[in-house]
C-alpha cells in the first residue's frame, strides 16, 4: 500500500499508555522515513536554545522529509512535551568500524521506573527501545550489543541532562553531561558510573557542565576546560552523520 505523503502527527489521547503513546511517535517518525539522500534537510545546531530547536521541529511536523537520528531526537524532544511523567536526554554513541569512526545519536526515555529510547536509524535495532530496561546501564549494554552484530565497536558514550518541558526555553540542550571512554573499560566499571549518573539525574542534582557547577562533566580521568567545551559545539557540526 502507497504511505500518504503527509502523516498525521500524533496526539496523545487519555486512553493512551506511556508506552503506546511512545509507539505512536516512533511509528510517525518511521513513516517521515530516514534519510538516504546524503542532504541534510533541517539544519540542527547542537548549541542553539530548545526554543529554536523546537521551531524546527515543528518545521519538521509541515515538511514530512525524511530524517537523520539527530532530527529524530529533537522531533521526539517535541512530540513528548507536555508529558511530565516522561524523562527525556540524549545518548550519544561513537563507533568504530573498518578503519573509520561514526557518530550517532538517540533519545533517552526513562519513566515509571523503566528505561527506553526513541530515534532513527540505518539499523531497526539501533534506533527505539521499548520502555523495559530497568536500569540505564541494561539500555547502554543493549545498543552496545546491537552495534556487536554489524561488527561497529562503541569507544564512547556521551549522556546529556533530561531535557526541560518547557518549549519556549532559552536553555540550550546538554548534549554530554557524562562521557564514558567504554572501550577502555571493564563493564562493571561502566555500569557503576552509569547507575551512579542515572540516581543523580532521577535525584535532579546535577547541573549543566555550562553553569561551572562543582559537578561539571563527569569524564573518566580528564577534565575538559570550559574554552575547550565552548569550541567543541563548531568543531561537532563539521563532522559528517554517519548513524
Same mark, same amino acid.
Given at each position: 500500500c502507497v504511505q500518504p505523503s503527509v502523516p498525521p502527527v500524533p496526539n496523545y489521547k487519555l486512553s493512551m499508555s506511556i508506552p503506546e503513546w511512545l509507539q505512536a511517535i516512533q511509528t510517525y517518525m518511521k513513516m517521515l522515513q530516514y534519510n538516504h539522500t546524503g542532504t541534510q534537510f533541517f539544519e540542527i545546531r547542537k548549541s542553539r536554545p530548545l526554543s529554536g530547536l523546537m521551531e524546527t521541529a515543528k518545521e519538521m511536523t509541515r515538511e514530512s522529509l525524511? %530524517?537523520?537520528c539527530l532530527e529524530?531526537? %529533537? +522531533?521526539? /524532544?517535541y512530540l513528548?512535551? #507536555?508529558?511530565?511523567s516522561v524523562e527525556r536526554f540524549p545518548i550519544s554513541f561513537k563507533t568504530h568500524f573498518? #578503519?573509520?569512526?561514526?557518530?550517532?545519536?538517540?533519545? #533517552? /526515555?526513562?519513566?515509571?521506573g523503566r528505561y527506553g529510547s526513541l530515534g532513527?536509524?540505518?539499523?531497526?535495532?539501533?534506533?527505539?527501545?521499548? +520502555?523495559?530496561?530497568r536500569t +540505564?546501564?541494561?539500555? /547502554?549494554?543493549?545498543?552496545?550489543?546491537?552495534?556487536?552484530?554489524?561488527?561497529?565497536?562503541?569507544?564512547?558514550?556521551? %549522556? #546529556? +541532562?533530561?531535557v526541560p518541558h518547557e518549549p519556549h526555553s532559552f536553555q540550550p540542550i546538554e548534549w554530554k553531561q557524562l562521557v564514558l571512554n567504554v572501550s577502555k573499560m571493564m563493564r562493571t566499571e561502566v555500569r557503576k558510573e552509569l547507575e551512579k549518573f542515572a540516581r543523580d539525574m532521577r535525584m535532579k542534582i546535577l547541573k549543566p557542565s555550562s553553569a561551572h557547577s562543582p559537578m561539571k562533566e563527569r569524564s573518566r580521568g580528564k577534565s575538559l576546560s570550559p574554552r575547550r567545551r565552548q569550541a567543541s559545539p563548531q568543531r561537532r557540526t563539521c563532522r559528517r552523520d554517519k548513524s
Amino acid at each position: 500500500c502507497v504511505q500518504p505523503s503527509v502523516p498525521p502527527v500524533p496526539n496523545y489521547k487519555l486512553s493512551m499508555s506511556i508506552p503506546e503513546w511512545l509507539q505512536a511517535i516512533q511509528t510517525y517518525m518511521k513513516m517521515l522515513q530516514y534519510n538516504h539522500t546524503g542532504t541534510q534537510f533541517f539544519e540542527i545546531r547542537k548549541s542553539r536554545p530548545l526554543s529554536g530547536l523546537m521551531e524546527t521541529a515543528k518545521e519538521m511536523t509541515r515538511e514530512s522529509l525524511p %530524517i537523520k537520528c539527530l532530527e529524530a531526537v %529533537i +522531533l521526539g /524532544i517535541y512530540l513528548t512535551n #507536555g508529558q511530565p511523567s516522561v524523562e527525556r536526554f540524549p545518548i550519544s554513541f561513537k563507533t568504530h568500524f573498518s #578503519g573509520n569512526y561514526f557518530h550517532h545519536v538517540v533519545l #533517552g /526515555i526513562y519513566c515509571n521506573g523503566r528505561y527506553g529510547s526513541l530515534g532513527m536509524s540505518r539499523r531497526s535495532d539501533l534506533m527505539d527501545k521499548p +520502555l523495559t530496561y530497568r536500569t +540505564l546501564s541494561d539500555l /547502554i549494554f543493549d545498543f552496545e550489543d546491537s552495534y556487536k552484530k554489524y561488527l561497529h565497536s562503541v569507544k564512547k558514550v556521551k %549522556i #546529556g +541532562l533530561y531535557v526541560p518541558h518547557e518549549p519556549h526555553s532559552f536553555q540550550p540542550i546538554e548534549w554530554k553531561q557524562l562521557v564514558l571512554n567504554v572501550s577502555k573499560m571493564m563493564r562493571t566499571e561502566v555500569r557503576k558510573e552509569l547507575e551512579k549518573f542515572a540516581r543523580d539525574m532521577r535525584m535532579k542534582i546535577l547541573k549543566p557542565s555550562s553553569a561551572h557547577s562543582p559537578m561539571k562533566e563527569r569524564s573518566r580521568g580528564k577534565s575538559l576546560s570550559p574554552r575547550r567545551r565552548q569550541a567543541s559545539p563548531q568543531r561537532r557540526t563539521c563532522r559528517r552523520d554517519k548513524s
